[in-house]
């Protein structure tokens, strides 16, 4: 018989570890196979999602987006200058896009996909090895958006792995994930093109600086796991957010779950095999001085389906300032945001609860 929900989990009363049953995370609970979604993850009526929303994969036309799709291979050749162009509407009108024909075989992003369910079907006493409240662990499996924070906890659980210099991180990790650093680089030259930072400016050191910064930057994977949720209209797999960095490149199994907020409405990502969703990050709204958008989204479960997806966040070195370019700063558009660094990053989330964009939104200047 399964533990029950009055007794193992509303007690909230923590072990000799001191943990509390949520702490473990949400996998842990489904193990204990839970048929309630305890209060602890219940979000008040104003957060949740809307009822009429898809349910296991069901696809409604009046809450999905198509995003704009970027052919990698079309941005290297002769038709540069019309992707370069679809690429600034995308990152303007959306923060999102997919990317296609990236060069990574189909089987390696199954094959990365699968490693990381398989890592959240391991015992929990295996991948409690990993779980630390330190932030600045190179390996750190936890639960929720910020466990030691969120008042309500989210249907995710985490494993975050620091990857570059990969060589002084990769003897710390459960296994290895592919190289997605030449697509961002990649990515990034189109993006410096798209604002009108273009190659030739290269030669000025502020722009070298940049550049060098781009390619010795950070880096940070997190594989999600979403288990099937017995109330998922109750909770979230992620709360409304937007993602610290230049950009992340997000790998998504087939089930679906993401979700962004485009022209005050949130819309279901259809996922598109073999393909990227790129979005925008809080930096790259900082260095644009806001021409493109760090965009909000967020994460639904479902009561059918398990939902693995892997983030790959990329920005400068940690240690690194990141404002706005100064040629794209003028008397007609002033600087719009402060300076920021990660250290600020992470003095404000371990300081209050995330929420929405509060982050970015405590840098911009008013």
């Known amino acids: 018989m399964s533990p029950s929900r009055d007794v193992l989990l509303e007690s909230n009363k923590e072990d000799e570890l001191g943990e509390t ?44 987006v198509k995003l704009p799709t970027i052919d990698l291979e079309q941005l290297k050749g002769s038709n540069r200058s019309q992707v370069l162009s679809n690429l600034t509407k995308a990152c303007e009108e959306y923060g999102f896009f997919q990317l296609t024909n990236h060069g990574i075989p ?27 409240p330190d932030l600045r662990s190179p390996v750190r499996c936890g639960t929720s958006f910020n466990q030691n924070k969120d008042g309500v906890f989210c249907w995710r659980d985490f494993l975050k792995l620091s990857c570059h210099p990969l060589s002084d991180f990769l003897p710390f990790w459960p296994s290895s994930p592919p190289d997605l ?38 880096q940070l994977m997190v594989v999600n796991c979403y288990p099937s949720c017995p109330e998922p209209d109750l909770t979230l797999g992620m709360p409304p957010h937007s993602d610290y960095g230049f950009l992340t490149l997000l790998l998504q199994d087939e089930v ?27 930096h790259l709204e900082i260095f644009s001085n806001g021409r493109y958008k760090s965009v909000l989204h ?43 660094d990660f250290d600020s990053f992470l003095k404000y989330i371990t300081s209050c609860e995330a929420k929405s964009k509060n982050f970015l939104e405590s840098r911009k200047i008013t």
């Open 256 to 282: 679906k779950g993401l979700q962004i907020q485009h022209e005050g409405k949130w819309v279901s990502v259809e996922p598109l095999p073999n393909s990227f969703v790129v979005n925008v990050g809080d």
């Open 106 to 132: 189909s089987e390696d992003i199954r094959s990365v996909i699968d490693v990381g369910k398989l890592f959240f079907e391991l015992p929990y006493e295996e991948r409690a090895k990993y779980m630390t």
């Open 181 to 218: 650093r030449s697509l961002y680089l990649m990515l990034m030259d189109a993006i410096l093109e798209s604002l009108g930072l273009v190659e030739n400016d290269i030669r000025e050191d502020q722009s070298k600086d940049l550049k060098n910064g781009l390619e010795g930057g950070s």
């Open 21 to 64: 049953p949520y702490q473990r995370g949400v996998r842990y609970l489904s193990e204990c196979g839970i048929t309630r979604v305890p209060n602890k993850y219940v979000y008040p009526l104003s957060d949740r999602a809307d009822p009429r929303r898809e349910e296991c994969n069901i696809v409604d036309d009046n809450f999905d």
């Open 298 to 340: 967020r994460v639904l479960v479902n009561s059918c389906k398990y939902r693995i997806s892997i983030a790959s966040l990329h920005s400068l070195p940690f240690t690194s300032i990141v404002r706005p370019s100064p040629k794209l700063i003028n008397q007609a558009n002033p600087s719009r945001y402060k300076d920021t």
